[in-house]
């Protein structure tokens, strides 16, 4: 069982910053290929970017490469998503997910472990 607990949300103009964090439980979170995913309302849930276990290799959604950097610390179970230049079409509420496959992906049906999601939002 893997518990994850996005922190970090809130309301930032455009153009802003947010950090988003996601703790993890367990004792193999460096086994995890972990994403971040977001959805708005009215809105399929989408990819926004992943990171490898062991954080050599990350992927991104074509809407935010170059805006956003996601990273982890494994020796604290955490992985973060660093969004710069938000816009308004940002705004979500996002989720991080961990697949316990350790396979990289973009689709959610890969992650079998997700938390229960952050707000954000951008005010134009």
């Known amino acids: 069982q893997v518990r994850l607990v996005e922190s970090g949300g809130g309301l930032v103009q455009a153009g802003g910053s947010l950090r988003l964090s996601c703790a993890a439980s367990g004792r193999t979170f460096s086994n995890y290929h972990m994403g971040w995913f977001r959805q708005a309302p009215g809105k399929e849930r989408e990819f926004v970017a992943s990171?490898?276990?062991?954080?050599?290799?990350?992927y991104y959604a074509r809407s935010v490469k170059g805006r956003f950097t996601i990273s982890r610390d494994n020796a604290k179970n955490t992985m973060y998503l660093q969004m710069n230049s938000l816009k308004p079409e940002d705004a979500a509420v996002y989720y991080c997910?961990?697949?316990?496959?350790?396979?990289?992906?973009?689709?959610?049906?890969?992650?079998?472990?997700w938390g229960q999601g952050t707000q954000v939002t951008v005010s134009s």
């Open positions: 990171i490898r276990g062991s954080g050599d290799m990350t």
């Open positions: 997910a961990a697949s316990t496959s350790g396979r990289s992906s973009i689709s959610s049906y890969e992650y079998d472990y």
